[in-house]
């Protein structure tokens, strides 16, 4: 069971199987992505913010708020890491508000299912790293 | 500073355009762009105007069986594009070209001649701020005529790289140094990439693809700076048959052309097996 925004952000994506329209929400997405502001951190970014194996050079943040919850921040280095981005953006969105514990249980399968065919080769390790380096990050914040 | 391509002492320069040169063709109907990426993404969030977008898993791989498009798929693509016989393709893309490149040598296969690459790519093109889009345009559909699709001298198959192997010839490993020395196969915690055993084909020499290549805008490195790499430390012989190789065939096919166009080896093929086959190939010898 996927935390309710996620669950509608995957029940679109179902809803347009033509590989072009599924281009475009992606790209959508990629256009929306808002990288991470200066008061959170700034260049040079941390190296132990980086996600392992991407090679659109992502980073990526979890700030604990008062209630319990995260907020997700991401960065992504390489212009042309148009993908990187429209996944940071859908997690940012749809997983910043939730406890560490419901985003911790997060199964980096939903990669294949925003991607399907716009997945490839290492680009898929690449997204579904950025998937586990947030939920590496959400089960330290639970401790 | 970039040397100008023919300055730079290739054995065909004819093969490779400048930016400034694709730039200034834009509006020239006998050239076709493709661009063909890694990131499927890439080219629907901005291209060069009037590039059409090749996709190397849905446009020339066969979808059933592990083999290139056919020849009727090969016109079918090129009448899609709106190519003659007589267009000059020019390729690009992300990754310093890597799958422009593997385009570009599927296009060989089909004995399409009058192609070139961008040298230097998207991340050139972009560091100049030249201008993209993401306009897709539409070209009136054409009638190609393509031969049949001819292996023989591009391209080497599993048989003829064991024969390759046991002559002592030249291969050439082109994957990172730990898939070369079988000590990465998969990331922790990640899938395999597709092989049960990690290695080389023995006697390959390891020489990784980007090494052709300046990291700085992507451009391939003079004709100097690669026979330093290729010929005088790893000691391969531009006459001599050669067979480059590496996961699926698409870093090798970068550098194919490295070798064939830039430094003028004379019999160079390319290996698309790769280590996804000789890997998982029972009783093939394997060195680490």
Redesign the interface.
Known sequence: MFPDKLQAVLDTFDLFPDPSDRTNMLLSYADQFREVPPEIATRPFDRSHQVPQCESDAYVWAMKMPDGTLTLHFAVENPSGVSAKALAAILQRSLSGLPAERIAAIDPSIVERIFRQNISMGKGMGLMSMVEAVRALARRAIG | MTQRIEDRGYAHPEVLVSTEWVADHLNDTNVRLIES??????Y??GHLPGAVHVDW??DLNDQIRRDYITRQGFEQLMSRIGATGGTTIVFYG?KNNWWACYAFWVFQLFGHTHARVMDGG??KW?KESRPLTREVPAFARTQYQAGERSDTAQRAFRDEVLKHMEARRQLVDVRSPEEYAGTRMH?P???NEGALRGGHIPGAKSIPWARAINPEDGTFKTAAELRRIYCEEKQLSPPAPTVTYCRIGERSSHSWFALKYLLGFEDVKNYDGSWTEWGNLVGAPIER
Do not use: Q
């Open positions: 990426n890694e990131d499927t993404l890439l629907a969030s898993t849905a992300d998207r991340v972009e990331m915690d990640y899938p």
